[in-house]
């Protein structure tokens, strides 16, 4: 079991992610913006943490550089809503990866690819993780 930090301005998100992950035996924190997040992580330990990329006040981005500064190898997992663009404009889940995120993904995500993302992130960072077990719906997006 893991204690894992979701941080998303989108409540029907964090209640959907919430729900996937208690379920799966994680311990789940959450958080609706970005200085709220980083106000609960330096008061916790955590094994993992979600950031939505777009968030009013800090966005992802920034609270994922701040988190970086306290604890460089905690794993991150980027999720957005933003359409990945097909020709131009950036692809903010790529730029999130370089910036130092372990992994991404794009709302809405299947129960199960929410599930695979933990268990890969906890397992390359060297915690275990309760099996991901098959759930139904799917995350909304905005």
Do not use: N, W
């Not at 980083?38 to 094994?47: K, M, N, R, T, Y």
């Not at 131009?88 to 372990?102: C, F, N, R, V």
């Not at 299947?110 to 992130?121: G, H, N, Q």
């Amino acid at each position: 079991m893991a204690r894992i930090l979701v941080v998303d301005d989108d409540t029907a998100v964090l209640a959907t992610v919430r729900l996937l992950l208690e379920r799966a035996g994680h311990s789940v924190v959450t958080a609706v913006d970005g200085r709220k997040g980083i106000a609960l992580f330096e008061s916790g330990d955590f094994d993992l943490l979600f950031l939505d990329i777009f968030m009013p006040g800090m966005d992802g981005f920034e609270t994922m550089r701040l988190v970086h500064q306290r604890k460089p190898r905690i794993p991150i997992i980027v999720i957005s809503g933003k359409p990945i663009p097909p020709d131009s404009g950036p692809d903010y889940l790529t730029m999130a990866m370089k910036l130092g995120a372990i992994s991404s993904l794009q709302k809405p995500f299947k129960p199960a690819a929410l599930l695979a993302a933990v268990t890969e992130c906890l397992e390359r960072a060297g915690r275990s993780s309760a099996a991901a077990q098959p759930a139904s719906g799917v995350a909304s997006g905005r």
